[in-house]
């Protein structure tokens, strides 16, 4: 019953840490450089619109790759333990 409170602990800090780092898209903005800045501010709102939905479109494959990895691991980490408990004597190899 210990262990259930910690995982559900644990899940409510993950995800009130989500929250605040949706909550703070302010440091985002930070990363912007001058150039791009003033191109984007000096073009219409058509542009600017289209410059904000590519960046929405260009970020799908890197976080759905790193996703799709996460995944593999995760169902994957116990594919390669061994037993404690060898039957074989001798190496390891």
């Not at 840490?17 to 058509?46: D, E, H, I, K, M």
């Not at 970020?59 to 116990?78: D, E, F, T, W």
Request: proline share 4%; glycine share 8%; aromatic share 8%.
């Amino acid at each position: 019953m210990h262990i259930e409170i910690q995982k559900r602990f644990r899940w409510i800090g993950l995800t009130l840490a989500g929250l605040v780092a949706l909550a703070l898209p302010s440091f985002a903005f930070a990363q912007g450089c001058a150039l791009c800045y003033t191109q984007a501010a000096n073009s219409g709102a058509r542009i600017i619109q289209a410059l904000r939905e590519g960046i929405v479109i260009l970020i799908i494959p890197p976080l759905s790759m790193c996703l799709g990895a996460m995944v593999l691991a995760y169902r994957r980490r116990n594919q390669f333990n061994r037993p404690h408990a060898h039957s074989e004597g001798g190496s390891d190899w």
